[in-house]
């Protein structure tokens, strides 16, 4: 199984920075896309940012030039480093990892979801 686990949420004043990390553990072949959704209270999970296994990065709108995601391969981690931070940025923020795992011959490729952590921005 996969389990990813994220750390590093909690309550900032606008104008601050977080920086969140998640690492996948389990038994895997590799990791594809990696990428950070939220979930504000009442509307439904958006993506923020995603990140492909060569690097290649994609944000949303809202958080374009605040928001830098990054990963290191070689701990199965991706992290979110948020700056300028405002209360629109208050949510749960998931990790999410496309993984493709090896079992008898063949190839398969799954999502999984963090738990998520809280990002709570104060104005």
């Known amino acids: 199984q996969v389990q990813l686990v994220e750390s590093g949420g909690g309550l900032v004043q606008a104008g601050g920075s977080l920086r969140l990390s998640c690492a996948a553990s389990?038994?895997?072949?590799?990791?594809?896309?990696m990428g950070w959704y939220r979930q504000a209270p009442g509307k439904p999970r958006e993506l923020v940012a995603t990140i492909t296994s060569g690097g290649r990065t994609n944000f949303a709108d809202s958080v374009q030039g605040r928001f830098t995601i990054s990963r290191d391969n070689a701990k199965n981690s991706v992290y979110l480093q948020m700056n300028s931070l405002n209360p629109e940025d208050t949510g749960v923020y998931y990790c999410?990892?496309?993984?493709?795992?090896?079992?008898?011959?063949?190839?398969?490729?799954?999502?999984?979801w963090g738990q998520g952590t809280q990002v709570t921005v104060s104005s």
């Open positions: 389990g038994s895997f072949f590799k990791i594809n896309t």
């Open positions: 999410n990892a496309d993984v493709v795992r090896y079992s008898g011959g063949y190839y398969y490729t799954g999502d999984y």
